[in-house]
């Protein structure tokens, strides 16, 4: 089982040639709204991926609330755990240029009221996956980690924040991007350099760290060990959802009980597949074509 605690959001993404500069006004080629919010894109993706998933969060009573769980619902996970607030869903302002590359302006909204109380006990099991990321409340993430002691916790420290050092210590996998782990690193007084980051930050901590790398693919550090897995070459599209997607198939994998370089492998495929197409969630991939593209790396 993997239990999913994080944002809900719709996405509005406009296609644009290149990103605009500070005062500029670009015109887009199209728009879109589709579900989104790191946390729905992580539990999508693990389902995907093939986990039993539980989604814990928050939506507002607004038109948009129905609009972001479509997909979760659509894939049948369980959902009872997501709660109807006040305030506004979450929404996600997403420019793609031609390059695939995404620039993102995230509006909390109702993931602001997601609170570590509505996970129950019962689902915090020493054989489930817990995944949280930073796009809900710092002090809730915390508070949930604190209570599952015995169950593994996948962190994605995600967007940068400021992160209290007890907190690495409760996790088994902290998994940041390049620009995420650099950030950390000055936080923590690391070396920025990513593989020396996860390398010593795993041995300050306690916890397996993840660097994902872009196009180079990914690399993780755990108890001395090094693992590094070069992405394979793909016609990128769109990078929107592709470190979700690695996320969600990392945590899936862990959940079946695979190697930690199995585990990378089959994040680093899935982040892969999910650049070849267009959106965040639409771009998830499947079980099966994740394995096929993982026993190659």
């Not at 605690?5 to 509005?12: A, K, P, Q, V």
């Not at 995404?102 to 996970?119: C, Y």
């Not at 940041?176 to 650099?182: D, G, K, P, R």
């Not at 899936?252 to 190697?259: H, I, K, M, Y």
Request: aromatic share 4%.
């Amino acid at each position: 089982m993997v239990v999913v605690f994080g944002s809900i959001n719709l996405d509005l993404v406009a296609q644009v040639a290149r990103m605009p500069l500070p005062g500029e006004t670009v015109r887009g080629q199209a728009f879109a709204t589709a579900p989104g919010g790191k946390g729905a894109n992580q539990a999508l993706a693990a389902a995907r991926a093939g986990a039993s998933v539980r989604m814990f969060g928050a939506v507002g009573r607004d038109a948009f609330g129905a609009a972001s769980l479509a997909n979760l619902e659509a894939s049948g996970l369980d959902l009872t755990g997501v709660i109807a607030v006040d305030a506004a869903t979450g929404v996600a302002m997403i420019n793609v240029d031609a390059q695939g590359e995404n620039a993102i302006t995230v509006v909390a909204g109702a993931n602001g009221e997601a609170r570590a109380g509505q996970v129950p006990d019962a689902a915090l099991r020493p054989d489930a996956v817990l995944v949280m990321q930073l796009e809900v409340p710092l002090a809730e993430v915390s508070a949930l980690a604190s209570r599952a002691r015995g169950t593994r916790i996948v962190l994605n420290a995600a967007p940068a924040l400021a992160l209290p050092e007890d907190l690495f210590r409760m996790i088994d996998t902290l998994v940041v991007n390049e620009s995420e782990a650099a950030f950390a690193a000055t936080e923590l007084g690391l070396p920025e350099e990513s593989e020396q980051f996860a390398i010593d930050a795993s041995a300050r901590y306690g916890c397996t760290v993840v660097v994902s790398l872009g196009s180079r693919g990914a690399l993780a550090a755990r108890e001395g060990e090094l693992v590094l897995i070069t992405a394979p070459a793909v016609d990128v599209v769109d990078t929107t959802g592709a470190g979700d997607a690695l996320v969600g198939a990392y945590a899936t994998a862990l959940d079946r009980g695979a190697s930690l370089r199995q585990a990378l492998a089959e994040g680093v495929a899935a982040g892969s597949l999910a650049c070849t197409r267009r959106g965040a969630q639409d771009a998830l991939p499947a079980r099966t074509e994740i394995a096929a593209l993982a026993v190659t790396l």
